[in-house]
């Protein structure tokens, strides 16, 4: 039966939905940083991330794998301070913690898939499922570029308030998203074997 | 005139039959194969199977059109279904009731959570699970108990979602439950009707293809291509009466058209036709009336194989009509010398028959008793009104067709026959070296052989189980209890064994009653492990000391706590409509004024098996005599090896019954060998030919083996002669060749159908009433050129 998926479900019911528009870029356009991601292909990476939540006082940190499967398979494997499996495939998230398997509908949780979502879309150099949800605004150089999303609709804002993306070429080395409680997070991210 | 009182007794006893009749009940249900005096075992798998909450589950598929249309429909049909009382319980995967499930979980969360024990509220328990939901934060989960944390900070939550939480859940696609390839929406309904009520699960089927029906056309165009399809015990159940009720009524017609129009074409008189039918129709309606006076209710499956009998009832009449013609006129003084020259023969033949049949009057296996029943009660029903009744209603100058000129013929080509004696005797060599090879294989031991439910059907069963994550229970525990806590405390100290089995990887896992309501004594317990208000406080304030947080921040904990102390016990009617009433009403059931709780188990590999011993030897000592440990597919297994060693041993009674009464009669061991012989080679030839083509054998093929004797019996005794000359006359042997065609007709058809039980008897009578015949013309030449 599925009653943890429901239960989670309900506990954490967000909704999100909005019109289309784009916003354009100077220099470094959004179509090259698309284009150039969406030739990266599969990658393995690193991450380190550290939140800062009201609820405690200090900090959290975690640290982790990221593994990227075009076109929208992505692993989150967390080792420390516990490992737990996250996968994002298609529409199913599956969460794998002690034993205990969650499978979720990203459908069912549209804050959360904002904020995974926007992450596997980004690698996949996906334009237009971005731009369903966010508002996109691109800043600096190829060699350096910031990727800014805001959320279209509010009752998305009321979760993510927004994400910010930075990176170099096709590589996408931080992701920075502001919930809309005032909690943040700041994902690094290394490509395996790169320094 | 002499001749009234037995009319007049026949025509009184069939009006009895038929005031019994009307008042039968009849059946097409399981009880047929449940055994009439069941173990212990036995009959908590008896429970199950026909009141057990797997027995209500109605798995419900929706195919065709695209997957968001299969979607819509599924969710219409949802809706309707959950309006209709029928149905306890409809899930398709819509977020339903969520939120008061949610409020239920969250609220008696210190009730429900198996982790809630004194150790969890000292200052070093609160330490480590408040530790644990920090480090959960930095984590992906954290992402869903962020908000929770200052209500639940150690986790009682997550933690009873955990134990709830299954890991075959469905897939979702487009809002509803869909097959793993995505080409079905799923749905899966209970019934409030028990699984072995076949009427009321007749009428939820119905009411589910109406429902489906509306939501389809509901829906529009873009719905037309959808289609619908159901498993379930209960649906096999009332597609199985469905299928005999059909097929009975086919049977029958089709039989009684071939035997009137085969008999017309040999009578050539419809006088003589509607005579020769009447013995017919009265072994049938004595049969009937016989079963439901012995076993109350009639089963369909004894009605299907009732149509087949008819071949075999027919030929005292076929006998009578076609030998005791003399001078081209039937009746009358003729009739008289028909009764001194063949009765004592038919007689014999009778009385094998029935010895034959009544062996299975003995079996365990209610089934067959009712066969066995039916068939003594009508065959000697059908042989006295032919010899007492039957003469008395002949008119004067009755004339039927002269069929001497046909059964000259046949007696040429009994004479020429007998050049195949040799190739009879290496083809019963052949069909002995056949059995032999594959006597490791030649039975088929699984109960599932005698399902009614054609082998796509269960494919699909399967798939959808599987899809939906609702596999077949194999294992199941039944704890017995005088009263509902009695058994869930049982339950509980059993799910305490069970543990370190799940852990060592012995079983998968179990589900427990208690894990959605928890015994009073648990929750007791729960309940005292809570400090007070101001110790709760201090050991808090001790608990947070090295960790990023603040005690202020718990405001809303410590008045979770507070107020739980004073809750009231989670009982029953508090859960009323919640998934966690679903969860306690399938696995604790109450029977017979005891309550059991239903712990079912999984093997360690899905579809594997599990080491019985070890559960039992965990289990030991916990509450002795109340916990049983059942496989449910071993058992009846078990139950049908039982049934068929019992078959096999009634059947060699039979056979020695009707060996011995040829013996007692003839006083002469050459003569029974002569007269066996023929019927042994055709039992041979017959299996042989089933072992060849791929069948394995059930216990319907072996009372197949056993009618092929006590049928074949009557024709081997013809040849065999009255006195054992073994002289036979042209008319005789016409009378033969048109008693075997009615008798194969008859059981042949059920050859043809598709219940596996009707087929298999049909299947080896058929064929074996031809070759018994055959058999018998072959070998008995000799003895007659010998006699000669």
Not at chain 2, 400 to 412: C, N, S, Y
Not at chain 2, 483 to 489: M, P, Q, R, V
Request: proline content about 4%; overall charge neutral.
């Amino acid at each position: 039966m599925s009653r943890s998926k429901t239960f989670l479900h309900l506990a954490f019911i967000l909704t999100l939905s909005g019109p289309c528009q784009s916003t354009w870029a100077a220099n470094w356009s959004l179509d090259q940083l698309m284009s150039a991601l969406a030739h990266g292909g599969n990658g393995m990476a690193t991450f380190t991330e550290r939140k800062y939540l009201a609820v405690v006082d200090i900090p959290v940190d975690s640290s982790g794998e990221l593994r990227f499967i075009a076109p929208d398979r992505l692993e989150k494997r967390t080792l420390k301070p516990s490992v737990e499996t996250m996968v994002l495939d298609g529409n199913t998230l599956t969460i794998e913690r002690r034993n205990q398997k969650h499978v979720l509908q990203l459908q069912d949780y549209p804050g959360i898939a904002g904020m995974i979502g926007s992450i596997r879309a980004t690698l996949a150099g996906d334009r237009k499922g971005l731009e369903q949800v966010y508002q996109l605004k691109l800043n600096g150089s190829a060699e350096h570029w910031s990727l800014l999303l805001k959320p279209r609709d509010a009752s998305v804002g009321r979760v993510v308030k927004q994400i910010q993306i930075e990176g170099r070429q096709d590589e996408v080395r931080s992701v920075e998203i502001e919930q809309g409680d005032g909690d943040r997070s700041v994902m690094t991210i290394r490509k395996a074997g790169s320094s | 005139m002499t001749g009234r009182w037995p009319v007049a007794i026949w025509l009184a006893f069939l009006l009895v039959c038929i005031g019994l009749i009307s008042r039968s009940h009849f059946t097409a249900d399981l009880s047929a194969f449940l055994p009439g005096a069941p173990t212990q075992e036995q009959k908590l798998l008896i429970d199950q199977l026909k009141s057990g909450a797997a027995s209500r589950l109605i798995l419900v598929g929706i195919e065709g059109a695209d997957a968001a249309t299969r979607a819509r429909a599924s969710q219409a049909l949802a809706r309707r279904l959950r309006a209709d009382g029928q149905f306890l319980y409809v899930a398709n995967g819509e977020n339903v009731g969520v939120e008061q499930d949610r409020r239920i979980l969250f609220d008696n969360r210190y009730l429900l959570s198996s982790a809630v024990t004194p150790a969890r509220f000292t200052t070093e328990g609160l330490h480590a699970s408040l530790q644990d939901s920090i480090e959960q934060l930095a984590s992906a989960t954290g992402m869903f108990t962020k908000a929770l944390l200052p209500r639940d900070p150690t986790g009682e939550f997550m933690h009873i979602l955990d134990r709830l939480g299954g890991d075959n859940q469905p897939a979702d696609i487009d809002g509803a439950w869909a097959s793993r390839d995505g080409s079905r929406a799923l749905l899966l309904v209970r019934t409030r009707a028990e699984g072995s009520d076949t009427d009321s699960q007749e009428r939820a089927v119905d009411a589910i293809r109406q429902d489906f029906a509306l939501a389809q056309g509901s829906l529009g165009t873009a719905a037309s291509g959808l289609h619908l399809g159901m498993t379930g015990p209960g649906v096999f159940s009332v597609e199985a009466r469905a299928t005999i009720k059909r097929e009975v009524t086919r049977l029958s017609i089709l039989s009684t058209l071939f035997i009137v129009a085969l008999l017309f074409t040999v009578y050539r008189s419809p006088t003589a036709l509607v005579l020769g039918l009447l013995p017919v129709v009265s072994g049938a309606l004595a049969g009937v009336a016989a079963v439901s006076l012995g076993f109350g209710t009639v089963h369909g499956v004894t009605l299907g194989f009732g149509t087949a009998l008819i071949g075999e009832a027919v030929d005292y009449s076929i006998y009578l009509l076609m030998q005791s013609e003399r001078s081209g006129e039937v009746g009358g003084a003729s009739s008289r010398g028909w009764v001194a020259a063949f009765w004592p023969t038919i007689r014999i033949g009778v009385f094998t028959s029935v010895f034959g049949f009544a062996s299975l009057l003995f079996s365990g296996f209610p089934g067959l008793a009712q066969l066995g029943l039916y068939s003594i009660a009508g065959l000697l029903t059908a042989a006295a009104v032919t010899r007492f009744v039957l003469p008395h209603l002949l008119p004067a100058g009755l004339r039927i067709r002269d069929v001497t000129a046909f059964g000259i013929a046949l007696q040429g080509w009994t004479a020429r026959a007998r050049v195949l004696r040799w190739p009879v005797l290496g083809l019963f060599i052949a069909a002995c070296a056949v059995l032999y090879g594959a006597r490791g294989h030649l039975w088929n031991t699984e109960l599932s052989a005698l399902s009614p439910v054609p082998a796509q059907e269960q494919a699909l069963d399967m798939t959808m189980r599987a899809d939906l994550g609702a596999p077949d229970v194999r294992y199941l525990l039944v704890v017995d209890g005088t009263d509902a806590e009695s058994a869930l405390e049982a339950s509980e100290r059993v799910a305490d064994r069970l543990r370190p089995l799940v852990e060592a990887g012995v079983i998968g896992g179990f589900q427990s009653p208690a894990r959605y309501l928890p015994s009073e004594a648990s929750q007791r317990a729960r309940l005292a492990s809570l400090p007070a208000d101001a110790e709760l406080r201090r050991r808090f304030d001790a608990a947070i000391v090295g960790l990023p947080v603040r005690a202020a921040r718990f405001e809303p904990f410590f008045a979770d706590v507070a107020a739980a102390r004073n809750r009231p016990l989670l009982q029953r009617k508090g859960i009323e409509g919640s998934s966690l009433a679903q969860g306690v009403d399938a696995l604790l059931v109450e029977i017979d004024g005891r309550w059991n709780a239903l712990m079912p188990l999984e093997a360690p590999t899905a579809g594997g098996t599990l080491d019985a011993g070890r559960v039992r030897a965990a289990l030991a000592g916990v509450d002795p005599g109340a916990v049983h440990f059942i496989d449910m597919k071993g058992e009846s297994d078990r139950l049908y090896a039982g049934y068929l060693r019992e078959a096999i041993l009634l059947s060699l009674a039979g056979l020695a019954a009707i060996v011995g009464l040829l013996f007692a009669v003839t006083r002469s061991p050459g003569r029974v060998f002569r007269i066996v012989a023929p019927l042994a080679v055709a039992v041979a030839v017959v299996s042989a030919g089933l072992a060849l083509t791929g069948h394995s054998l059930t216990i319907l093929h072996l009372v197949g083996m056993l009618l092929i004797f006590a049928v074949g019996s009557n024709y081997a005794l013809f040849f065999d002669g009255v006195d054992g000359r073994g002289e036979i006359a042209p008319r005789t042997l016409a009378s033969l060749a048109v008693a075997t065609s009615t008798t194969v007709a008859g059981f042949g058809l059920l050859g043809f159908s598709s219940v596996p039980v009707l087929n298999a008897i049909g299947m080896t009578v058929g064929p074996g009433a031809v070759l018994a015949l055959l058999f018998s013309a072959i070998l008995a030449r000799r003895t007659e050129a010998a006699a000669s």
